[in-house]
């Protein structure tokens, strides 16, 4: 298992603004999915994008997947206070096999 | 449906002593990986249990044991504590071979 890294390691904007994330990995995968964590508490599942897929959307969340770059964005659109977290990808691959987890962005909504 | 539960919420312990998490894991679910996570940093992975074994393993000392019961709840242990191992630690549960992962909140653990 790999983990991803994500970037920027902080990011700070208004509400309403977009958030723009992004992560890359090393080598191939199945998927990726992208957390989200509160302050202090666990994870929680947001999105998954598949191999074959190039963007996916959910809600306000839109994921991108290029893995000729071996690369994923995750743009949150209209930002909310309650958007304020830390943000970590997760590289996929062999169904079965651990997530390992980067360090995160984190993001701070202010209104 | 429950989710994922951890137990207790808070601990503090002192250098050297053991500590015991405990875990059950969301309805249906059978794997229950564990994750410390340190302040500011991302969660890093332990270990995973499926079918009562322990089946992937990250780069953690043998003092960090496991186990997985019939029911597949779960117990993560440490030995000898050290002041580094002061960190949330997470249960994620998952059906085998379903990517996505169901946390718990956590457990606090202060090592004085």
């Known amino acids: 298992s790999q983990q991803g890294e994500e970037d920027p390691q902080a990011l700070s904007i208004q509400e309403g603004e977009n958030a723009t994330m992004n992560c890359s990995y090393k080598t191939s995968i199945n998927n990726l999915q992208w957390y989200r964590q509160n302050s202090g508490r666990g994870l929680v599942h947001l999105i998954l994008i598949r191999s074959n897929e190039r963007e996916k959307h959910s809600g306000r969340l839109r994921v991108t997947l290029d893995t000729s770059k071996k690369s994923s964005s995750l743009l949150i659109t209209a930002s909310r206070a309650a958007d304020t977290a830390s943000y970590f990808c997760?590289?996929?691959?062999?169904?079965?096999?651990?997530?390992?987890f980067g360090k995160g962005t984190t993001l701070s909504v202010s209104s | 449906d429950a989710g994922v539960t951890q137990s207790p919420t808070h601990l503090i312990k002192t250098r050297g002593q053991q500590v015991t998490l405990r875990c059950s894991p969301k309805s249906g679910h059978d794997t229950v990986s564990w994750y410390q996570q340190a302040l500011g940093q991302g969660p890093q992975f332990i270990f995973q249990y499926y079918e009562e074994e322990e089946r992937q393993r990250g780069n953690f000392p043998d003092r960090f044991s496991g186990h997985q019961y019939p029911n597949y709840s779960s117990e993560l242990n440490v030995n000898a504590l050290l002041l580094g191992d002061s960190a949330l630690y997470l249960c994620?549960?998952?059906?085998?071979?379903?990517?996505?992962?169901?946390f718990g909140s956590g457990t606090q653990l202060s090592v004085l």
């Open positions: 994620a549960s998952s059906r085998d071979r379903v990517e996505k992962l169901f």
């Open positions: 997760a590289p996929g691959h062999q169904a079965g096999t651990a997530l390992i």
